[in-house]
């Protein structure tokens, strides 16, 4: 198995636990905190896929699928346009609002296409290219993969979580 089918695997993985945080909530549970500094499930899906976007659009010189595809604008959130949610106050994570998870799961599955699409053509030479040197040691394209890939999937836990806390009460 190459490292790119390993990676594929691993981003496949997200999709399906993004589909089955979100999966039956109605948005009053979407947007539901446990306590009013937690972040809510679909402020969660919403920032690991802005950071995956941002991230994979950025290593592999693509655009972004939130300005490309509108999503920004379908969102229609009170939030910079390059907002990823990164070291988001109470405040800012409460305006991460949707009218149904079909608008959270529609934007990861474009995401992922992208991601996809962008793994699928990886050599392993690829993995070695640096894509960040701001960092010490500087960031490589493999090491960027497994970061978003790693964040991606405490994100998604952290929704799962969440969501079993809005249905046991």
Same mark, same amino acid.
């Given at each position: ?17 993004? @589909?089955?945080?979100?999966? =039956?909530?109605?948005?009053?549970e979407l947007v539901a905190r446990p306590s009013p500094d937690a972040n809510s499930?679909? &402020?969660?899906? &919403? @920032? %690991? ?5 941002? @991230? ?5 010189? %693509?655009?972004?699928? &939130? ?19 990164? =070291? ?10 949707? $009218? +149904?998870?079909?608008?959270?799961? =529609? ?18 030479? $690829?993995?070695?290219? #640096?894509?960040?040197?701001? &960092? ?9 993969? #497994? +970061?978003?890939? +790693?964040?991606?999937?405490? @994100? ?9 806390? %809005?249905? +046991?009460?």
């Amino acid at each position: 198995m190459h490292a790119k089918d390993i990676l594929i695997d691993g981003y496949n993985r997200i999709k399906e636990e993004v @589909h089955a945080a979100v999966e =039956g909530l109605d948005p009053d549970e979407l947007v539901a905190r446990p306590s009013p500094d937690a972040n809510s499930v679909a &402020w969660l899906i &919403w @920032h %690991l896929t802005r950071v995956q976007d941002d @991230h994979i659009a950025d290593a592999f010189d %693509l655009d972004q699928v &939130w300005l490309t595809q509108d999503f920004q604008k379908t969102f229609g959130l009170d939030l910079p346009r390059h907002d990823t949610g990164y =070291g988001h106050t109470a405040a800012k994570v409460a305006k991460v609002r949707v $009218d +149904s998870g079909d608008l959270l799961t =529609g934007y990861y599955d474009a995401v992922h296409a992208q991601t996809l699409g962008a793994l699928r053509e990886v050599a392993a030479k $690829d993995l070695e290219r #640096v894509v960040d040197d701001r &960092w010490d040691p500087p960031v490589t394209l493999g090491v960027r993969l #497994v +970061s978003v890939l +790693s964040d991606d999937l405490q @994100h998604v836990g952290q929704a799962a979580y969440v969501r079993g806390l %809005l249905q +046991s009460a």
